[in-house]
């Protein structure tokens, strides 16, 4: 029997994890439209998977984890552009960048450089901890890892980019 899925539910976390799914996976293929279609995938993806009658524990990690599933497969078929190619094209910003100054775009630009060196794993969890806000529990969750592991990564990374940026 087919277990009753609760639509109100679906909206209300539509309405609430959309736009931290989009930054989510504009951060990973680097078109702001290419990501409102996947972001928009990724809901049906999940409202298909609830309509089955499958049971969702906890459903924003479920999101992130299809979100992610979604953008990789995108990127292995070729659907983005590189950064530098939108960066020069079509003048593209992070959607969160508002730079008040030249100094500030150029720091934007050097720490996004410099975020794209690191390994996927610790870029994907940076940007799901600091863009998104996730507790660092909740990412190991999504990611299938121990939550001391995630905290390592984290710390690693940063220190990485502070060594990278030369911030002391």
Known sequence: MKR????RAFIRAYDEYADAIFRYIVVR??????AKELMQETFMKTWTYMRAGNEIGNLRAFLYKVAHNTSMSALIKGKT???????????????????VSPEDASEHRLLREQLELLDEASRDTLVLRYMNGLPVKEIAKMRGEDAGAVSVRIHRALKTLQSRLKIP
């Open 4 to 7: 009753k899925i609760d639509e």
């Open 29 to 34: 293929v680097r078109d702001r439209e290419i």
């Open 81 to 99: 552009e590189s950064l530098d190619a939108l960066a020069d094209a079509h003048g593209y910003d992070a959607p969160d960048e508002q730079a």
